[in-house]
């Protein structure tokens, strides 16, 4: 039985995503003193309007934050081993969204001031908001260093099955893609190339996916017909992440 690599996000990784997660809680943070102020305030017949507009502020926002807190756990996923933790931290984009126009909604119907009209639009509008909002905030494929590392472990053993037995790859600064042979058309004379382990193309760059060409040349080259289906044919939501 061979080692099993654990996955562990590189300190670069760690630093950008400390600062998308400062920038989410603050787009929520201004969503929900939004919000604060949009009930206070706004909840009124000759202010519908701008009930409207506060809505459609706070709904960016929630929207702003929940992309860049997915885009952080991507960059530094959490643990599985502690099931509250990892929901929280997973679908924390959905949670805000809920925490910036629920209450909202609530104070909205609960309103005896507006007369019908004006309680019907504001809330539907506040609803919608609330159903995009948290259907955006949602993780539906939520990263993990357990869901890494297993697919870390299985392109590994992929890419030692098609080259000799060795965990050697290259990659650019650019790429999404690692190869296997340092003179691949897709990299030959780039600057920068990066070369290591599977595992490092990961933790640095989040490169997650074999180069094809590579893939075929080697096989070709070792007379492999087929490769156990581990991961090659199967990349998993980190790996099409990272393709984008
Ligand atoms: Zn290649």
């Known amino acids: 039985m061979e080692e099993q690599k654990v996955f562990t996000a590189s300190a670069e990784s760690k630093a950008s995503a400390k600062q998308l997660r400062l920038f989410a809680f603050l787009a929520w943070l201004i969503a929900i003193a939004g919000e604060i102020f949009a009930i206070v305030k706004l909840i009124h017949n000759e202010t519908l309007t701008w009930l409207i507009v506060a809505i459609i502020v706070i709904l960016a926002l929630s929207i702003v934050g929940s992309v860049l807190w ?3 756990n991507r960059l530094d996923p959490t643990s599985q081993q502690d ?3 990892f929901f929280v931290q997973s679908q924390l984009g959905a949670i805000m969204s809920v ?3 629920l209450p909202l909604v609530i104070f909205i ?3 005896k001031n507006i ?3 004006t309680k019907g639009i504001a809330g539907a509008v506040a609803v919608i908001a609330l159903v995009i909002a948290g259907i955006t905030g949602i993780d539906f494929n939520p990263p993990s260093i357990e869901k890494y590392s297993k697919e870390i472990n299985a392109q590994t053993d992929s890419v030692k099955q098609i080259n000799m037995g060795n965990d050697l790859v290259y990659w650019t600064p ?3 893609k690692y190869h296997l042979y340092k003179d691949c058309y897709h990299i030959k004379g780039h600057t920068g190339l990066s070369q290591g382990t599977v595992k490092q193309a990961w933790e640095s760059k989040k490169i997650a996916e074999l180069c094809l060409t590579c893939e075929k040349r080697a096989m070709k080259e070792h007379n492999i017909s087929t490769i156990t289906p581990s991961s090659l044919s199967s990349p998993t939501s980190a790996a099409a992440d990272s393709a984008k």
């Open 70 to 72: 997915k885009k952080a």
């Open 115 to 117: 007369d019908g009209k």
């Open 109 to 111: 119907f609960a309103n």
């Open 174 to 176: 650019e790429g999404n």
């Open 99 to 101: 925490l910036a126009f």
């Open 83 to 85: 099931k509250a933790r």
